[in-house]
């Protein structure tokens, strides 16, 4: 499960870790896979038994 995340718009590499709630505090519109350059959103995190996780829509030869 990717943790590592690239914004689009920021260029920065975001780590998922570094937000209480990412799903809340992050725009998956602004979210790619940094190695396949696919579309992220975020699985997990509050209210889950899941820690907070990125994940492709498609798969990703990088896994
Ligand atoms: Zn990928």
Do not use: W
């Amino acid at each position: 499960m990717p943790l590592i995340a690239r914004n689009i718009r920021t260029k920065e590499r975001v780590n998922v870790f570094r937000f209480k709630d990412p799903k809340q505090e992050l725009k998956k519109e602004d979210l790619e896979c940094p190695f396949c350059h696919q579309p992220f959103f975020i699985r997990g995190g509050v209210g889950t038994s899941v820690r907070a996780h990125f994940a492709h829509y498609t798969d990703c030869s990088s896994d």
